[in-house]
Nanobody, 120 residues
Framework: VQLQASGGGLVDAGGSLRLSCTAS????????LGWYRQTPGKQRELVAR???????NYADSVKGRFTISKDNAKNSTYLQMDSLKPEDTAVYYC???????????????WGQGTLVTVSS
């Protein structure tokens, strides 16, 4: 399973960006999709996650500013990021908890990361 993320870039503080991620390959089902971010010297942290039942959870630091969504037909997830702050600057990674076949377990798949830079 491959995840392809896009949509990162440079934006001024207060601006918006929309990240997209599509999973491809042999996919039987997706249990959840999520976005994580990482800055140099720090651990990767969860930003937002959405389950197949459309339950969502967000990091406290992005609540009210970021919105995660998905398109089941496209095996895609999106992260709408509004009111961006310089501290949101990071490499953003998409993640999927994927089952490739009906009898196989769910396994994590990761995208390559997309850089978001918010200037002050």
């Amino acid at each position: 399973v491959q995840l392809q993320a896009s949509g990162g870039g440079l934006v001024d503080a207060g601006g918006s960006l929309r990240l997209s991620c599509t999973a491809s390959g042999t996919i039987f089902s997706i249990n959840s999709l999520g976005w994580y971010r990482q800055t140099p010297g720090k651990q990767r942290e969860l930003v937002a996650r959405i389950t197949r039942d459309n339950n969502t959870n967000y990091a406290d630091s992005v609540k009210g500013r970021f919105t995660i969504s998905k398109d089941n037909a496209k095996n895609s997830t999106y992260l709408q990021m509004d009111s961006l702050k310089p501290e949101d600057t990071a490499v953003y990674y998409c993640n999927a908890d994927v089952r490739r076949f009906s009898a196989s377990p769910y396994r994590d798949a990761w995208g390559q990361g997309t850089l978001v830079t918010v200037s002050s």
